[in-house]
Every structure is written in C-alpha cells, then in structure tokens.
Antibody, heavy 119, light 111 residues
Framework: EVQLVQSGAEVKKPGESLKISCKGS????????IGWVRQMPGKGLEWMGI????????RYSPSFQGQVTISADKSISTAYLQWSSLKASDTAMYYC????????????WGQGTLVTVSS | QSVLTQPPSASGTPGQRVTISCSGS????????VNWYQQLPGTAPKLLIY???QRPSGVPDRFSGSKSGTSASLAISGLQSEDEADYYC????????????FGTGTKVTVL
C-alpha cells in the first residue's frame, strides 16, 4: 500500500527555521516525483514545487522559488520542505504528494502538516 | 494567484447532474492535460480525474472529465450527499517557467 506519512504539527516564531518531512513507503521512492502543496487557512491549493528523488531534479513554482528549499534523502525514502526564516504568512497546511509520469499528476497525498507561525 | 479560473460555488439536489468549469490559457490547459482533485471537509485532497478524463481505481463513474481548447469541465452525475466537497482543476503551465497550477476551487453543495 502506497503511503506518504508527514511529520507532525509545528508552532514556530517569525524568523525561525523549519524543516518538515514526508516519508514514502509501499513503492519505489526513486521512481516517482514528490511535491509539496500549500493550503492557507480557508483558502485553495497552491503548488510549491517537486523533486525527483532518483536524480534530485527539483522544480519550483515561481511564487515559491527562493522562499523554500525542497530536498530528498533517497536512502530513507524521505522528502523535505525547509524554510530558513519563517514569516507569519507561512502559516498553512502543507501536503506532500506523489507525482506520476513525465508531466506528473499527483495520485497520493500525505495527511498534511500544519505549520503555525506566531509571535 | 491562480491562472485557472473556476466558479466559486455550484449546487444541486441529490440525483441531479452538476458541472464545474475550469478556464485556462494556451500555456496550460491548451497544451497539457487536466487533472481534478476532490477535497472533502477536513481532509487531504485526493485525485479524482487525471489526463482529462481518466478515473483512478475506486473513483465512481458518476465523475467524468472533459477538455476542449483552453477549458475543461468536471461533471458529477447522480449527485450524492457525500459529493459535497471542494473541487480543484489543475494542469502544468509551460510559460516562462514550467510549473503546476491549481484552479481557484469550486465548493459543491448538495441541497
């Protein structure tokens, strides 16, 4: 069974750094893309970027380029989303997703990680 | 800001057919396939339709997708109470940078 299991909820202060994780299981982790999607409170879905763990090819949405870092450790089948300096506007639910194909659609979703940034 | 535009809401009574539109441009829907996602209240989204009109295993055939030019549609036939959810279209965009874009989302209410 394919599963994406994300790390738990985080409460941080503005300016702090953060790295959240997404562990894939039940499939070949290096053969599918892993992406990240943001959903701000009461708002829609926003695609942030993806990484192909097989060769670390990484692509970002223009809206998130330079704002976050996506990485993966294929030895432990885990992808990461990282911030160096959080802002209050980063408060959101973050989902990791598995991408299938050359122009991937996202067929499996993690349970979500709620990040709250507040002073 | 999303480049795929959907109506904010749609509604119907049980058994009715509801259609949701998704309007894009030549750089996204016009040149790439469309996917649809369903988000039930308080849950993670799930893939509903991929490659314009393909249903993943387990998705009822009441859900169907279509695409024409720079627009796409999702139809729900025989609307059921459990279909009350948010629906998002999505596609790759091949403008300056290649990236994935979600639609603005449509809230479907079963009356």
């Amino acid at each position: 069974e394919v599963q994406l299991v994300q790390s738990g909820a985080e409460v941080k202060k503005p300016g702090e750094s953060l790295k959240i994780s997404c562990k894939g299981s039940g499939y070949s982790f290096t053969s599918y893309w892993i992406g990240w999607v943001r959903q701000m409170p009461g708002k829609g879905l926003e695609w942030m970027g993806i990484i192909y763990p097989g060769d670390s090819d990484t692509r970002y949405s223009p809206s998130f380029q330079g704002q976050v870092t996506i990485s993966a450790d294929k030895s432990i089948s885990t992808a990461y989303l990282q911030w160096s300096s959080l802002k209050a506007s980063d408060t959101a639910m973050y989902y990791c997703v598995r991408g299938d194909g050359d122009s991937p659609f996202f067929d499996y979703w993690g349970q979500g990680t709620l990040v709250t940034v507040s002073s | 800001q999303s480049v795929l535009t959907q109506p904010p809401s749609a509604s119907g009574t049980p058994g009715q057919r509801v259609t949701i539109s998704c309007s894009g441009s030549s750089s996204n829907i016009g040149s790439n396939t469309v996917n649809w996602y369903q988000q039930l209240p308080g849950t993670a989204p799930k893939l509903l339709i991929y490659s314009n009109n393909q249903r993943p295993s387990g998705v009822p055939d009441r859900f169907s997708g279509s695409k024409s030019g720079t627009s796409a549609s999702l139809a729900i036939s025989g609307l059921q109470s459990e279909d009350e959810a948010d629906y998002y279209c999505a596609a790759w965009d091949d403008s300056l940078n290649v990236y994935y874009v979600f639609g603005t989302g449509t809230k479907v209410t079963v009356l």
